[in-house]
């Protein structure tokens, strides 16, 4: 069951966004890079089981922010301050080990606690899942999450793109476009639980709050929610340990 309080985003108009899409993402003024980013890992997008999580997607955005999505929700489960330890029979041609991330991370939350889902007209819930993605070089990746298996929600699709932002601290962003959602549903985007020196803002908003444990869309519609962590450097590891 989700807690707290949510918002329900009807529409959201950036003005701080500038120039047009041009295939990837739109240039946000104050937060978007001036120059070409440095990713963390060639190549900086990969699939993996990761921390026991099949189907993972990680995305290395530099080196010292590694997002890691879960492939079954589309929610971000780990979000890592260190290089991803690379074990296992794809890697090191060791059987049993998997993938893991290495703490201290920024923040990490269980199977259920972030991710989309679609609630119909009559109340059914279905889960969104990784459909594909799409590299454009070094320079920008495009998710793009649907409802599979059903197809009358197949016109459903949430596209994300995924940057650093820039400073102070550390901090990063997710472009986001909701298109197709049929007439009558809603959509959730679960952000997780509140983590401490996090905070999650919509760009362009009319408030600069810190945003709900999740929103709420009613209609088709696209954002920018900018995440920062503080202070700078990660919580100790012993305090964000998974098990």
């Known amino acids: 069951m989700l807690g707290g309080s949510r918002l329900i985003v009807v529409l959201i108009a950036a003005a701080a ?3 047009c899409r041009g295939g990837d993402k739109v240039e946000i003024v104050g937060i ?62 060791g059987h049993g080990p998997q993938p ?12 259920d606690a972030t991710g989309w889902f679609a609630t119909d007209a009559g109340g059914g819930r279905h889960a969104l899942s990784l459909l594909s993605y799409t590299l454009n070089g070094e320079r920008s990746v495009e998710l793009r999450w649907g409802v599979r298996g059903h197809a ?25 476009e909701v298109a197709g959602l049929p007439g009558g549903w809603s959509l959730t985007q679960q952000l997780g639980p509140e983590v ?24 088709d519609t696209s954002y920018t929610l900018l995440t920062r962590y503080e202070p700078v450097t990660p919580p100790d590891a012993e ?5």
């Open 17 to 19: 966004l500038v120039g």
């Open 100 to 111: 893991t991330t290495q703490p201290p991370n920024y923040e990490q939350h269980d199977a």
């Open 239 to 243: 305090a964000t340990s998974f098990d």
């Open 152 to 176: 009358w929600a197949s016109s459903l699709v949430v596209k994300e793109t995924p940057e650093v932002a820039l400073g102070p601290g550390v901090a990063w962003f997710r472009q986001v």
């Open 32 to 93: 978007t890079p001036l120059e070409p980013v440095a990713r963390g890992h060639d190549p900086w997008v990969f699939r993996a089981t990761l921390d026991e999580r099949p189907r993972s997607v990680v995305v290395a955005l530099q080196p010292g922010l590694w997002v890691a999505y879960d492939g079954a929700t589309g929610g971000v489960f780990r979000v890592a301050s260190q290089p991803v330890n690379f074990e296992g029979a794809v890697y090191t041609g």
């Open 196 to 219: 401490e020196g996090r905070t999650v803002t919509l760009v362009g908003a009319d408030s600069a709050e810190p945003l709900a444990s999740h929103l709420v869309f009613e209609r």
